[in-house]
Structure formats: structure tokens, C-alpha cells
């Protein structure tokens, strides 16, 4: 769809000059011969561009400039000026005009004057959108949850995201500690900026402090150019520091610096470098119990540990359970183009009753699988992992069974013993294989058919 342009000039041959030579641009044109009509234009229908002249009768082009700012704010303006009023020119730029161009004029010049400015809004324009998404995707909106520890969370992510203060945000693998990371940062007055994030864990000890500060050319071996580090990159914004009991004790001080006299040196630097950035970490282990065991530096966990927040594990918040499957389930029938009404309320049960060790990470991939496999309109219980299908518990407990070692008094029934064990056993192999049966079967030591036909006899699927 091509761009609208209002053209205003009270000298019709101007406005047919223009109107003509940007019709066959294949612009969209409309026209006005005073400024006052020119502001019932963009009162009745929005303009991209408005090309004005700035000396006219009436409240001439500063006029109809301040009244786009106020009726149309993202229409950019274009004044047309006699080389005797630039000084005026260069005031409504002053004012928010784009551009100006002086009589008389090239209509190459005038063309790429025009291109420019529409180019120009419409990056902003998709930079606008692109907010919006980032905003829709990591705000709260991601964050699922009515339980009452996740409302306390929503409530302290608003009263922080503001300030400038250190978070450290702890919980179980899976349990969304990046997306809270994420919505402080995009409901705060950085959302603007930069979201930078980094896994400590993920990186080798000797890159990862090139990585989170840069380095200079020549600093080690390798390092054959001047290289921005993440801090860097995050100015302005938030840099999250995900597994951040993985750094390097060594590293840990240098980022104590950081925090404590915000700025730092790149790798091989001799100069130091100022940055405005917050700071969040996150961890799945006990801080706490790592600064006692001196794995983690004391003075650098009460640094970063400014304000705590705690995700709990899903199987610590189940009422929550039924709302994240409808909210996966959504995300991915429309993904996978399946056209699925929901989730059975069998398999809403057996996940309800699920004790999820890999949290909310885990149910989602268990409804991706589940939305992918299931050919009916409902997702079943058939269509869940072997482990959570036959009610049974992901975990230790189910590794092992309250077995007598030796013969109780009142004796026991051997058969019903052995067919016990050998149920969980059938499970733990499906759960190690991943329900795959020919595999579950290696594990075990048995053929395929006695695998299958063990199965059956006790029912699981």
C-alpha cells in the first residue's frame, strides 16, 4: 500500500506541480490551498507526508505544523520556503518539521527528500511494532500463573522495574527465571534499551570474560581486532547473567568491581570504560550454600542479592497447572496446524497429578509432544509421555519398591511382588527410552515381543 501525501501551497500550479510529479511516483496525493484547510485534512484522514509552504495567509505553515503535531503527531511535515525565509525554515524544524527545501528547487532533489523522510518513518514505524512485540512477548504476558505465589511475583516485578537495583532470581531449572528476567526489564523505563543475556554456564572459563567485557586487539592469542563485550552492548539496559554460580571465581571479582564503581577494562585494557547498566542474575542452586562452601564469593552474593525472587517449582503451585496447558495448547495447535478444542479432562487430571522435576519447561514440551501426536479432537491420555500417562511419578520414588529384603512374619504374595517390580521396571525403561519400546526393550534385555507383550499384560501404554 503506497504512501498518502497531502500537498499544501496556495499557488494552484504549485500544487499541480507536485501532485503530478508524486502521482507518478505512485504516491496516494490529496491537496489543500490554505493551511486551515490543509488541518481539515488530517482531521478527516491520516497522512504520512505533508509537503507545505511556509508563507502563506492565515495561520500559514508553523500554523498547520503545531496542528499535525497535536491532530497527527506521527505525520511527518516537509516545508517548501524562498531562500529569504530559511532562518524560519530551520525554526519549525526546530518545532518537529522533518525537512525543508528552497524555491527554486530540482525535482531529483525533491524526490529524494520525500523518499528519505517516508523510509525514515517507516523504520520507525516497525521499530514502533517491534516494541510492542518485545513488549506483548516478554511482558507479563508470558508469565501464566494465578496462584497466589505468582501474584506476589507479578506485584513485585511492577513495584522494581523502575529501579535501577540488582536482582537475583533463584528457582528450579524450568521455572521461567529468564521471562521474569525479561519482564522487569520490558515493563521498566529501559525497555527501550538493550535486553542482553548470557548463560555463565554455557561458555568456557577462558572466553567468557572476552565475552562479558570485551577485549583489545592483541590481548591474547586469537584476538586480532578491538571487540565489544556485552556490557558494552547492554548500555543503557539490563544485562542478565543467567547460572551465575557457574562463574569463575576469578571472573566473580571482576564483576564486583563492575558493580561497585560501574565501570570496567576490557581484556588487555588499559583504559577504564563507564557504563549505565542493571544488572540481574539468576541461579538454580543455593547461593547461600555456595558462599559456604567458598565456591562463590560472599561480598559479591550481597551485591547482586539487593532484591530476591524466588520462583517455585510447578508441583508447588498446581492450581496453575490447568491454565499454562491451555495457554501451550494454543501456542501450539497453532504452530502445528492441528485443530485440537482442548485437552481431556483425564489428561488434564494425570497432569494435575504430576509432580513435573523439569517444571513448567517440562509441561510445555509435554504438550508440544502431546498437540503433535494427537489425532482426535481432544488431547488423551494416549497421546502423554508413558510416565505421566500411567499416573506414575517422575522421580526416585519411582525407582524403587517397598521390597522386603528379608521374609516378614506373615509371609507374602511372590507373584503379586515380582509383577509389582516388574510393572516399574517397565516404566523406568519407557521413561529412560523416552517411550520408545524397541530401546526400552535393549534396556531390559528382552525381545521386542516379550517387551510388547508385557505391556499389554499390565496395561500400560
Known sequence: MKEKILIVDDEKGMRDFLGIMLKREGYHIAAASSAEKGVECLKREPFDLVITDLKMEGIGGIGL???AREISPETTVIMITAYASVDTAIDAMKLGAYDYFTKPFKIDEIKLHIRKALELKKLEKENLLLKRELKSKYGFGNLIGTSEPMLEIYDLIKRISDTKTNVLITGESGTGKELVARAIHYEGNRRDRPFVAINCGAIPETLLESELFGHQKGAFTGAVSNRTGLFEAAESGTIFLDEISEMPVSLQVKLLRFIQERNFRRVGGTVDI???????????????????????????????????IHLPPLRERKEDIPLLTDYFHEKYKKELGKDLKGVSSEAMGLLKGYDFPGNVRELENIIERATALESSSLILPESLPPHVANGIKKGSEQKMLDIPVHLPPGGLDLEQTMEDLEKVLLINALEESGGVKKRAAELLKLSFRSMRYKLEKYGIG
Do not use: C, G, M, P
Not at 542493571?278 to 551485591?303: G, T
Open 65 to 67: 505544523l503545531k496542528a
Open 274 to 308: 563507564a557504563v549505565d547498566v542493571r544488572v540481574i542474575s539468576a541461579s538454580n542452586k543455593d547461593l547461600e550454600e555456595e558462599v559456604k562452601s567458598e565456591r562463590f564469593r560472599q561480598d559479591l552474593f550481597y551485591r547482586l542479592n539487593v532484591i530476591s
